[in-house]
T-cell receptor, first 113, second 111 residues
C-alpha cells in the first residue's frame, strides 16, 4: 500500500527560484490538502481540494499555487521562493472533509537560501 | 472560529509512567476529535478518534474521551514505552470545514 507519496524528500532552493512539490495518493480519496509545519506553530493549511478540478485556499496560501487535474495528484507550486517558505511540507488526503481521518505523506523538507 | 489548545511540551517521562496530554477545543456544533502521532522524520498518522460526545477512542493502549461539557479530549496511557516517544497532535473537524490542529506536544520517554 503506497498511500500518500510525496517527492522530493529534501530540496534546497535559492531565493526567487520556483519548484513543484509532488503529491500522489492511491486510495481514491476525494479530499487532498497541503500543510506546512513550522516549530511552535503546528500545521497550517495552505491549499485544499475537494475533488478533481476544485481547489480552494487555506490559512496561508500566498506564494503557492495548486491544481487538481486528476483524483490522484495534487502538486504544490512555489512561484518565487522566499526564505519565509523554509519549512516542512505535508500532503494529506481523506475520503471526505468530515470525520474521515487524514492520511499524510512523509513530508518534504524545503530550505530557501 | 474553531481552535485547539494543547499542553506545551516537551513532556519527559520515565518508562512505565502514566501519561496525560491535555487538549481543549473551541468549536460550534459537534466536531469530530482526533489524536495524531508523528514519529521522527515521518508524517502524521491517526492514533485515535471520537465523533460524538462521551465516545472513547482507543488504540495501542492510548485512550481519549470526548467530553462536551468541558470541551476536552485529553490523551492518556497507563504505561508509556520508549517507543511512544513522538509528537502528539490534537485536532478537530466539523462537517465540511477545514481540520484544525493544535501546536503539538513532544513526548520523550526515557528508559
Amino acid at each position: 500500500n503506497a498511500g500518500v507519496t510525496q517527492t522530493p524528500k529534501f530540496q534546497v532552493l535559492k531565493t526567487g527560484q520556483s519548484m513543484t512539490l509532488q503529491c500522489a495518493q492511491d486510495m481514491n480519496h476525494e479530499y487532498m490538502s497541503w500543510y506546512r509545519q513550522d516549530p511552535g506553530m503546528g500545521l497550517r493549511l495552505i491549499h485544499y481540494s475537494v475533488g478533481a478540478g476544485i481547489t480552494d485556499q487555506g490559512e496561508v496560501p500566498n506564494g503557492y499555487n495548486v491544481s487538481r487535474s486528476t483524483t490522484e495528484d495534487f502538486p504544490l507550486r512555489l512561484l518565487s521562493a522566499a526564505p519565509s517558505q523554509t519549512s516542512v511540507y505535508f500532503c494529506a488526503s481523506s475520503y471526505n472533509q468530515g470525520d474521515s481521518p487524514l492520511h499524510f505523506g512523509n513530508g518534504t523538507r524545503l530550505t530557501v537560501t | 472560529g474553531n481552535s485547539v489548545t494543547q499542553m506545551e511540551g516537551p513532556v519527559t517521562l520515565s518508562e512505565e509512567a502514566f501519561l496525560t496530554i491535555n487538549c481543549t477545543y473551541t468549536a460550534t456544533g459537534y466536531p469530530s476529535l482526533f489524536w495524531y502521532v508523528q514519529y521522527p522524520g515521518e508524517g502524521l498518522q491517526l492514533l485515535l478518534k471520537a465523533t460524538k460526545a462521551d465516545d472513547k477512542g482507543s488504540n495501542k493502549g492510548f485512550e481519549a474521551t470526548y467530553r462536551k461539557e468541558t470541551t476536552s479530549f485529553h490523551l492518556e496511557k497507563g504505561s508509556v514505552q520508549v517507543s511512544d516517544s513522538a509528537v502528539y497532535f490534537c485536532a478537530l473537524s466539523r462537517g465540511y470545514q477545514k481540520v484544525t490542529f493544535g501546536t503539538g506536544t513532544k513526548l520523550q520517554v526515557i528508559p
